[in-house]
């Protein structure tokens, strides 16, 4: 079929590859030079009309939406009314994700586990009740932050300035957290109302620095699979997966599209960190290399109400990817920094995340510029190999982590 990814970073790298390896031509706005070796890219505005517009024009059998900023602005519903299968939540749907405080409130109303919270739309109300807090305290912009915008403080006073930048914009949303321990794990659903099919479980490291420490990124590097004590994915499943499909359903929001549900293992059970309305990013580069079925059938299945979780399958070997960030990552990058990558070889990909070409160099162009993912037999394989792709790569002065899977006591294998 013909198929039309939108967006332009690692994301939809690892979702045209995962499209195009199953034969299907691709098509690709605003794209990146990764993705032009597995699509045809075209320059096109962004906003939903002329995008739904484009995928009538180009044919497009089916539309596959990356970012969240598209299905908040309503790519997905601009579709459906040309009649144009898209794979993504409705605007409304998606709010599940963009806005954090109803979120919240839709995860209380459905008995949902959750860490205990607060919203606030007024400043002074939110430092107030920081006030009363005992540290460390979570702080979360309710809105759009593309996996950022979250801030664990350990003072009132570090809360208070967090809440302060928040509202610095106008109609600003915040919400205060109880603090949660434990490993995180991320849970990945292709749905199609109550129907859904789970991807293997992986982790990531959100943070800049080794050790969990500095400030928090879109995500430095996954693991995958993440390994589940016996029966936690079926707990998952029913306490978590299933309540949000039925809830969103229940209140006139049927889900269709990836449901990233980011949790923490608590020592109670798990609960949920925050919800995303598509795949995660880097975890769609660490996840889709490992899927054996076809992904672009899957996604036209479930925008019919046809998706069988049956014919969703993955391979048996691990995958790791390494995040190469420019430096200054994440408050300043530097851009346009001259890039040399190696070949990959059969088990490894080189996803661009924030790069760019002029004349015949590659440059970085984002604060993620590369995601650099292997697949092996074991997890420490694949780690091996890609610290090893990472390590080969010429990008001056690029950030990463060493400790990629260190929680677990992963460590890379020599290549």
């Not at 994700?97 to 959750?114: L, V």
């Not at 990124?217 to 499943?237: A, Y």
């Not at 070997?317 to 070889?345: F, H, M, N, R, V």
């Not at 590369?370 to 091996?384: D, E």
Request: aromatic fraction near 4%; charged fraction near 20%.
């Amino acid at each position: 079929m013909r198929v039309l990814v939108i967006g332009g970073g690692g994301r939809e790298h690892a979702i045209a590859h995962a499209c195009a390896r199953h034969g299907h031509e691709v098509l690709c706005t605003p794209g990146n030079p990764g993705i032009a070796a597995h699509a045809r890219i075209i320059d096109s505005p962004q906003d939903a009309p002329t995008l739904a517009r484009l995928a009538q024009q180009e044919g497009a059998d089916l539309v596959i939406v990356g970012p969240e900023a598209y299905l908040a602005a309503g790519v997905v519903d601009e579709c459906a009314a040309l009649g144009i299968p898209a794979f993504g939540p409705t605007r409304a749907a998606s709010r599940l994700e963009g806005d954090k405080a109803w979120s919240k409130a839709f995860m209380h109303r459905h008995g949902i586990p959750t860490a205990a919270h607060h919203a606030f739309s007024d400043l002074q109300t939110a430092l107030d009740h920081a006030a009363t807090l005992t540290p460390p305290i979570v702080v979360k912009d309710a809105g759009l932050k593309a996996g950022k915008g979250v801030t664990i403080a350990h003072t009132p006073e570090q809360a208070q300035a967090a809440l302060r930048d928040i509202f610095t914009q106008p109609g600003a949303q915040a919400v205060t957290e109880d603090f949660m321990t434990g490993q995180e794990v991320t849970i990945l659903a292709l749905c199609s109302g109550t129907r859904y099919a789970l991807t293997p479980p992986s982790q990531d490291h959100k943070t800049i620095f080794e050790g969990d420490t500095g400030p928090m990124t879109g995500g430095m590097g996954v693991i995958c699979p993440f390994p589940l004590e016996p029966g936690l994915l079926d707990e998952i499943r029913r306490d978590i997966i299933e309540p949000t499909l039925r809830g969103m359903t229940a209140e006139g929001l049927p889900y269709t599209g990836v449901l990233y549900a980011g949790l923490m293992l608590t020592p109670t059970g798990p609960k949920v960190v925050e919800f995303n309305a598509r795949f995660g990013d880097p975890e769609a580069e660490t996840v889709l290399p490992l899927l054996t079925s076809d992904l672009a059938q899957h996604a036209l299945d479930a925008t019919r109400g046809q998706l069988d979780p049956a014919h969703v399958t993955f391979s048996a070997d691990a995958s790791a990817t390494i995040i190469l960030a420019a430096p200054g990552y994440p408050a300043e990058p530097q851009k346009d920094i001259p890039i040399t990558l190696p070949d990959p070889g059969p088990h490894g990909i080189i996803h661009h995340a924030g790069t760019r070409t002029q004349g015949g160099q590659l440059l970085s162009s984002g604060g993620r510029v590369l995601a650099i993912t292997a697949t092996a037999p074991t997890l420490n394989a694949a780690l091996g190999r890609a610290y090893a792709l990472a390590d080969q790569t010429d990008f001056p002065g690029a950030q990463l982590r060493r400790d990629i899977g260190r929680r677990i006591g992963a460590h890379p294998d020599p290549t």
